[in-house]
């Protein structure tokens, strides 16, 4: 069965920078979309950014989009999401999403 794995949450000091991978181990991703949301606590889940794996197509939440890259490689097996210049309200736990399965999580903090 698919399973998706995040990696590269950490503790974050604010105007740093982070780098979020998500993997699906034995498996490719193919030329379906792929998905980054994001919860913090005590509030609800949010869109991040997506990538068509088919042609690399990315969307992006707009208040973020100018600080957030998300990427994936040609071999089909991995997807990134870089932000940049990150704030307390970028703390949460992340996501990767695709079709109808989910990660556990990675949790990012910001804070100094």
């Known amino acids: 069965q698919l399973r998706l794995v995040e990696s590269g949450g950490g503790v974050v000091p604010p105007g740093g920078s982070l780098r979020l991978t998500c993997t699906a181990p034995g498996h490719k991703f193919g030329i379906n979309k792929v998905s980054w949301y994001r919860q913090a606590p005590g509030k609800e889940c949010e869109f991040v950014a997506s990538?068509?794996?088919?042609?690399?197509?990315?969307e992006y939440k707009a208040s973020i989009e100018h600080r957030t890259t998300i990427s994936r490689d040609p071999g089909q097996t991995t997807v990134w999401l870089v932000m940049n210049v990150m704030e307390p309200a970028d703390t949460g736990t992340y996501y990767c999403i695709l079709g109808t399965f989910w990660g556990q999580g990675t949790q990012v903090t910001v804070s100094a």
């Open positions: 990538i068509m794996y088919s042609n690399g197509t990315p």
